[in-house]
């Protein structure tokens, strides 16, 4: 009979296979925690905001600037960048101007031009028109837009798109004048006029039919002629800069020359001229509040209360028009041209230049460890330099606006500002209002160079059609230093102005639109 009972396993056997067990688990152990303890380590702490080192991080910084060196000379600039209005077209209740009427970008909708003037019952020989750049191309009348603002005495400063056509027609001109003396020596030497459109057709043609005829003989010459300038024009305008040479060419050698004579900046300057122009009637009347729309079409953007003659604020201390747009704590003498033309937004170099050194900081740190340093160095990503970023400003007492879309007081902090006409910026106008408010929060009235002269300047601008209408009742709930009035009208949106008006209550300002017919597709700016 067989014993069902299993055999077991020598006891030495189990002792030795439990020995090997034990021993490999604990060596497994102790290498898997070796390796993550090397490769994978706790991060060690990093100096605390206070720290000596800390606070030095940002020493090997070399100090930025902007506006303070020469520039060389811009091509085709008009003779004086700053023009002041003449002090008879401030609206006052006792001079010739009533009614101060600041148009946005137009872009040769003269007929919207003509519809916006209508509504708001523009008298020629009461208000003053001003318009803020852009008066030319993407629309289909910029020669007419031009001849209106001629006729009625406008003033008005340089657009971006009205330099590109002013150095598209200086282009045209210069072509002109050098086929003139072609011509003339052509004239000189073989004794007659020369047609040089013929000379470069026939050129052409040769080129083409490489010396052949191909038994073209029926073929009309004029007619051939004509079609290969056709085909020369055409290919001439599909270059980068055809809506400037299609509206240089419409222009007249006056509408020429009164574009470019514009300056880059306008100085209207303080509205009322004096306080006693701003002082109320023996029996005032309150100024129509946001949501009332006047006899004239105009809706007021604040309320403007009388007060007495000696008390008396002005509407506006200061007021500049541009097309695009001012760089914060930079006086207007300093300001550069393509900027205050094309800007949209400020950047700040200096955002760079701190993250590269704190990154350097912790590169640094992890290097100085004792284990783990690949592990440290890899851990070292944009969260972790956003988090070591914000330490060390608050240690040196600075403000960190780089993240916030609306920006902060980066000018006040001293922080210099670059113009950009992209999009990815701290938007200007932002910056301007809040560098505003802080002079007006800073004690320095005594010093005439506080602020650059720039303390309480209001900005009328153009310029940025996508952002469209951006007045104070826009951004400010009615308190602000800027308006921004391309609301698009060349797009299909609206013809914007800034009406601003002589009452008997006081200064008063509102703003009227007009519908618009579409012209051009919006583009990506």
Not at 60 to 69: A, E, F, K, L, W
Not at 154 to 163: I, T
Not at 221 to 244: F, G, M, N, S
Request: net charge negative.
């Amino acid at each position: 009979m067989l014993d069902p009972t299993p055999p077991r396993l020598p006891r030495v056997l189990l002792a030795v296979l439990t020995i090997v067990s034990v021993t490999l688990f604990l060596s497994y152990t102790r290498i898997s925690s070796t390796t993550y303890s090397l490769l994978w380590p706790e991060p060690e702490p990093f100096p605390t905001p206070d720290g000596k080192d800390l606070r030095t991080i940002f020493d090997d910084i070399s100090p930025m600037s902007y506006g303070t060196t020469t520039r060389p000379a811009m091509k085709g600039m008009p003779e004086n960048m700053i023009a002041d209005l003449p002090a008879e077209y401030i609206p006052s209740r006792d001079g010739p101007t009533r009614r101060l009427v600041i148009v946005g970008d137009v872009h040769g909708q003269k007929t919207a031009l003509e519809k916006l003037l209508e509504k708001i019952r523009f008298d020629k020989s009461a208000d003053h028109l001003i318009l803020t750049g852009d008066m030319t191309n993407k629309g289909p009348d910029s020669a007419g837009v031009l001849e209106l603002a001629m006729d009625l005495g406008a003033h008005a400063v340089r657009g971006n798109h009205d330099d590109r056509v002013l150095l598209a027609r200086a282009a045209l001109d210069k072509d002109s004048e050098d086929q003139a003396k072609a011509k003339a020596a052509a004239a000189a030497s073989e004794g007659g006029v020369v047609d040089l459109e013929t000379k470069v057709y026939e050129k052409g043609q040769e080129k083409e039919d490489g010396g052949q005829n191909d038994g073209q003989d029926d073929v009309d010459p004029k007619v051939a002629k004509e079609e290969y300038l056709a085909r020369e024009a055409t290919l001439l305008l599909e270059r980068d800069d055809r809506k400037e040479v299609t509206t240089a060419r419409t222009l007249t050698p006056e509408q020429v020359e009164w574009l470019a004579r514009l300056p880059i900046i306008l100085n209207v300057g303080r509205i009322p001229r004096s306080s006693a122009s701003a002082s109320a009637s023996a029996s005032p009347s309150p100024t129509p509040g946001p949501s009332t729309t006047t006899d004239d079409g105009v809706t007021p953007t604040t309320d403007t209360p009388a007060a007495a003659p000696e008390t008396a604020a002005a509407a506006f201390e200061n007021l500049v028009v541009v097309h695009a747009g001012l760089v914060p704590a930079l006086p207007l003498t300093s300001q550069d041209p393509w900027a205050v033309m094309t800007m949209r937004t400020l950047v700040y170099p200096i955002d760079d230049e701190r993250r590269a050194a704190v990154k350097k900081y912790l590169q640094d740190q992890a290097s100085k460890r004792q284990r783990g340093k690949i592990a440290a160095t890899q851990m070292i990503n944009d969260d972790m330099i956003d988090e070591y970023l914000g330490k060390i400003m608050q240690a040196k007492g600075i403000k960190d606006n780089s993240k916030d879309e609306n920006g902060g007081d980066r000018v006040g902090a001293g922080d210099v500002a670059l113009p950009t006409d992209g999009r990815d910026g701290t938007a200007w106008w932002g910056e301007w209002n809040r560098y505003q408010e802080r002079l007006a929060r800073d004690e320095g009235d005594d010093n005439k160079d506080y602020g650059h002269g720039l303390k309480g300047t209001t900005v009328v601008y153009g310029h940025d059609a996508k952002s469209g209408l951006k007045v104070p009742d826009t951004y400010g709930n009615g308190r602000g230093y800027t308006y921004g009035l391309d609301s698009g009208c060349v797009y299909g949106g609206k013809l914007s102005a800034l009406i601003i008006e002589a009452r008997p209550e006081g200064i008063v300002h509102g703003i009227a639109q007009v519908g618009c017919d579409k012209a051009v597709e919006p583009d990506d700016k």
